[in-house]
T-cell receptor
Framework: KQEVTQIPAALSVPEGENLVLNCSFTDSAIYNLQWFRQDPGKGLTSLLLIQSSQREQTSGRLNASLDKSSGRSTLYIAASQPGDSATYLCATPLTDKLIFGTGTRLQVFP | DGGITQSPKYLFRKEGQNVTLSCEQNLNHDAMYWYRQDPGQGLRLIYYSQIVNDFQKGDIAEGYSVSREKKESFPLTVTSAQKNPTAFYLC????????????FGPGTRLTVL
């Protein structure tokens, strides 16, 4: 059974800081790992998808890494901005569905 | 613009009523999914469909029903048998490959009065 955990559950930082969000999974035999952003009351926006054969993916100020052997993925946010405030979710597929973590709620204050 | 639409954005239901949530996509995706999101619990899969006229139960299907008569549409009915339906409901779609990337709609917030 795949379980996905995200730490910390909440994070509040001043603008400009570099951040690391953590995602752990119990079964290392994953196909991929996907990071999402969710704004309050909104749907999920896909940020990055790392295939099982990849070690990292980058998009702008975001960098996601994947270490299957240790069951971990990290989302690195460089030079955080107030507009980055949202909940960040990681998920990995299990047969026909995605298994989600409970998310990290991020607040970046000016 | 290609994407997934859900309606309504907010829905209020009296106890004992059935309500139907709409999900439409124009991404030409074969697979569609319904998730429920509760505070502190993450997303849980209700139903999914890999192809028209076929669907499977997810982890929390009791009290819900779906249909998939068209590729573009996957409506979810919350029946009176669902004892605690107040939640945020999210619809998603994907190309049904071995490594599916799912795309989500904006969600419907259902509140039972």
């Amino acid at each position: 059974k795949q379980e996905v955990t995200q730490i910390p559950a909440a994070l509040s930082v001043p603008e400009g800081e570099n951040l690391v969000l953590n995602c752990s999974f119990t079964d290392s035999a994953i196909y991929n790992l996907q990071w999402f952003r969710q704004d309050p009351g909104k749907g999920l926006t896909s940020l990055l998808l790392i295939q099982s054969s990849q070690r990292e993916q980058t998009s702008g100020r975001l960098n996601a890494s994947l270490d299957k052997s240790s069951g971990r993925s990290t989302l690195y946010i460089a030079a955080s901005q107030p507009g980055d405030s949202a909940t960040y979710l990681c998920a990995t597929p299990l047969t026909d569905k995605l298994i989600f973590g409970t998310g990290t709620r991020l607040q970046v204050f000016p | 613009d290609g994407g997934i639409t859900q309606s309504p954005k907010y829905l209020f239901r009296k106890e004992g009523q059935n309500v139907t949530l709409s999900c439409e996509q124009n991404l030409n995706h074969d697979a569609m999914y319904w998730y429920r999101q509760d505070p502190g619990q993450g997303l849980r899969l209700i139903y999914y469909s890999q192809i028209v006229n076929d669907f499977q139960k997810g982890d929390i299907a009791e009290g819900y029903s779906v249909s998939r008569e068209k590729k573009e549409s996957f409506p979810l009915t919350v029946t009176s048998a669902q004892k605690n339906p107040t939640a945020f409901y999210l619809c998603a779609s994907s190309v049904p490959t071995v490594q599916p990337e799912q795309f989500f709609g904006p969600g419907t917030r259902l509140t039972v009065l």
